[in-house]
């Protein structure tokens, strides 16, 4: 009798840890999938993209995990920041990607190299302008780089004929949004150093989806912090930040969930 009653006590403890576990996910609030991003360095003040780096450049990333801070105190000098966890990702399904800002933060607002490819052409979509925040189905004003000379740009397409004026690209005559590229566009981690096509500024760390800061232009010479970065696809948050385990309790009930179902299975052996 006291044998049946502690196996009772086990079955009911081991429903109650694995159902409640359903209920307490689905009673907590929704919270974004986080994502680890990594720095690394592209391209010194000299145009080399090989290390050694120049010593005054410089990107670290943030105790969170969730940005960076980056100096390129000289024109040319440019570094990344990256992830490989949205690689295979249809670019056309991208909502928005948003950051806060250190007030003290100078020169121009990071950006974003991305990665793309149907599976055997390759490009870099960059965004220019504001950007932050904003509607990424409905923004036109998107470049593309690193495509190799004389590549034909209609597979980025769903339909119409690509172009590319004054760097943007366009479909027949004016400029795109993401809606408008084809359904087997995805990120991925590029086509590696040395590839046709692939210029000193290309992001070089083997990640899909990059925040770049520093470049040519005397206006991205500065320095800058960012945190709190998340991005958006379709209907889920991505957010950077240190993919942790899960919490000691969330072990607890797991195991006494477990341990009640062995102890079931034992006394119907």
């Not at 570094?79 to 948003?98: E, P, Q, R």
Request: with cysteine; glycine share 12%.
């Amino acid at each position: 009798m006291k044998t049946n009653f502690i196996l009772k006590k086990c079955k009911a403890l081991a429903f109650a840890a694995t159902t409640g576990l359903g209920l307490l996910a689905l009673s907590l609030p929704s919270h974004a999938t986080t994502i680890d991003f990594d720095t690394f360095y592209i391209r010194n003040n000299d145009g080399s993209i090989v290390a050694p780096y120049d010593s005054d450049m410089v990107i670290t990333e943030n105790v969170a995990g969730d940005g960076f801070h980056a100096e390129t105190p000289r024109s040319g000098q440019k570094v990344g920041y990256g992830t490989g966890a949205l690689d295979g990702l249809k670019l056309n399904t991208f909502n928005s990607v948003n950051w806060t800002t250190d007030p003290s933060a100078t020169g121009n607002h990071p950006y974003l190299n991305m990665w793309v490819t149907d599976g055997t052409n390759y490009a870099v979509i960059s965004s220019e302008n504001a950007y932050m925040g904003t509607d990424f189905q409905t923004r036109n004003q998107w470049k593309v780089f690193e495509f190799g000379a004389g590549t034909n740009l209609d597979w980025l397409l769903d339909s119409g004929t690509a172009s590319r004026v004054s760097q943007y690209l366009r479909k027949d005559g004016n400029n795109v949004t993401l809606a408008d590229l084809n359904d087997s566009v995805v990120l991925y981690g590029g086509p590696g150093v040395g590839a046709t096509g692939v210029g000193t500024g290309a992001p070089q760390g083997g990640f899909g989806f990059n925040v770049i800061f520093g470049d040519t232009a005397a206006n991205f010479i500065g320095q800058y912090d960012i945190a709190n970065l998340t991005v958006t696809v379709a209907s889920e948050t991505f957010s950077a930040g240190t993919v942790g385990v899960p919490e000691p309790a969330t072990f607890a009930l797991l195991g006494l969930g477990l341990f009640g179902i062995r102890l079931s299975r034992r006394k119907a052996a």
